[in-house]
């Protein structure tokens, strides 16, 4: 059983950072590419990033570009999401998951953490 634990999330005022981080457990990190996704509150749960199992392909959804990156530390089983300027409109319910490959549709990721919160205020 894969498990995914995030952390980092917490209230923030527009144009601060946070660092999310996804710890996982339970199989080799890794054979995992992993990915970022949120759902804001009334809304649906959209792409936000996503890391290739090496780390050498990156993905991002065109809002965060700029602001936002993904890494990854294979040796501490962990994923990141570095988020900078951050603005009202992202705040979410951060979720990271793992899956065979590093892409942006939900359906191609296979394990899901229960998530971490981000408020940012003006």
């Known amino acids: 059983q894969v498990q995914l634990v995030e952390s980092g999330g917490g209230l923030v005022q527009a144009g601060g950072s946070l660092r999310l981080s996804c710890v996982t457990s339970?199989?080799?990190?890794?054979?995992?590419?992993g990915g970022w996704f949120r759902q804001a509150p009334g809304k649906q749960r959209e792409f936000v990033a996503a890391?290739?199992?090496?780390?050498?392909?990156?993905l991002y959804t065109e809002s965060v570009k700029g602001r936002f990156t993904v890494s990854r530390d294979n040796a501490k089983n962990t994923v990141y999401l570095e988020m900078d300027n951050l603005k009202p409109e992202d705040t979410a319910d951060y979720h990271c998951?793992?899956?065979?490959?590093?892409?942006?549709?939900?359906?191609?990721?296979?394990?899901w953490g229960q998530g971490t919160r981000v408020t940012v205020f003006s």
């Open positions: 998951a793992a899956g065979a490959l590093a892409m942006a549709a939900a359906r191609g990721y296979d394990y």
């Open positions: 339970g199989r080799t990190f890794s054979t995992f590419a």
């Open positions: 890391i290739s199992r090496g780390g050498h392909t990156t």
